[in-house]
């Protein structure tokens, strides 16, 4: 079955860095674009990023581009995402999930069909 393991998030200062993990199975992994979302406390799914599946085409938020920087590995099954200058409203859950979304608006679980149980990223001094 299709699973998806996110692992890499913290308690880190602001300013820090953070590098996450999005390991998968049960699918054929570069066949898939790949997305990350996150979810602050009290509020709803907020999209990230997106990479398709050979890496040419990828898209940012707003709110992380030029800080966070996602990447693959397609023999490794496994998606990244490298996070530079942490601010604390950077906290969150963060999720990979299997799709390509790119939206400045808020996003619903339903919009892709697979995604991960989350790792959470605390960015405080």
């Known amino acids: 079955q299709v699973q998806l393991v996110e692992s890499g998030g913290a308690l880190v200062q602001p300013g820090g860095s953070l590098r996450l993990s999005c390991a998968t199975s049960?699918?054929?992994?570069?066949?898939?674009?790949m997305t990350w979302a996150r979810q602050s406390p009290g509020k709803g799914l907020e999209w990230v990023t997106a990479?398709?599946?050979?890496?040419?085409?990828?898209s940012y938020a707003e709110a992380v581009k030029g800080r966070f920087t996602v990447s693959r590995d397609n023999a490794k099954n496994t998606l990244y995402l490298q996070m530079n200058r942490l601010k604390p409203e950077d906290t969150a859950v963060y999720y990979c999930?299997?799709?390509?979304?790119?939206?400045?608006?808020?996003?619903?679980?339903?919009?892709?069909?697979?995604w991960g149980k989350g790792t959470l990223v605390t960015v405080s001094s």
């Open positions: 990479i398709n599946s050979d890496s040419t085409t990828i």
């Open positions: 049960g699918f054929t992994f570069s066949e898939y674009a």
């Open positions: 999930a299997r799709g390509w979304i790119s939206t400045a608006g808020p996003i619903l679980a339903s919009d892709m069909d697979y």
